[in-house]
């Protein structure tokens, strides 16, 4: 079923409730919905794929989860509104991090392990919501 903007014209609580309620539908029914909007929440609420497109290729194709927690592209983060960028370099690798370190204030950001080489220029995504505090020689 190829659902294109099946709910743009209502309001906000009425789309919340149907938004469910075709989701249990399609569930119920193991139909295949290839559903089309423009409101990230809303897709986020009712896929279990996304592809994020960005002038007609696809940027990402992931679940919810991986597109919000790991986006692989600057615009699909950006998109998706979940980040702020910072740049740096890519300081070392500690385990399971990636120590960055931040270009206007020096300080040093652990980000989740990437495979770059120590120097890389980079851009940190970083979501508000899961920055967390951390001794001064431990990075934040």
Sequence with gaps: ILMDEPLGALD????DQLQVEI???QQELG????????????????????AVMRNGLIEQFDTPRELFERPRTPFVADF??????LPGRIEQHD????LVRLDNSGG???ARRHDLASGTAVKVAV?????RACASDDGF
């Design 80 to 85: 998706l509104g979940a980040a702020n960028f």
């Design 23 to 25: 989701k249990t539908i």
């Design 108 to 110: 040093l950001l652990k």
């Design 12 to 15: 906000k609580k009425l789309r």
């Design 31 to 50: 139909l295949t919905v290839i559903y089309v909007t423009h409101d990230q929440e809303e897709a986020l609420v009712m896929s279990d794929r996304i």
């Design 127 to 131: 979501q508000p919501g899961r920055l």
């Design 95 to 98: 385990g399971e991090h990636t």
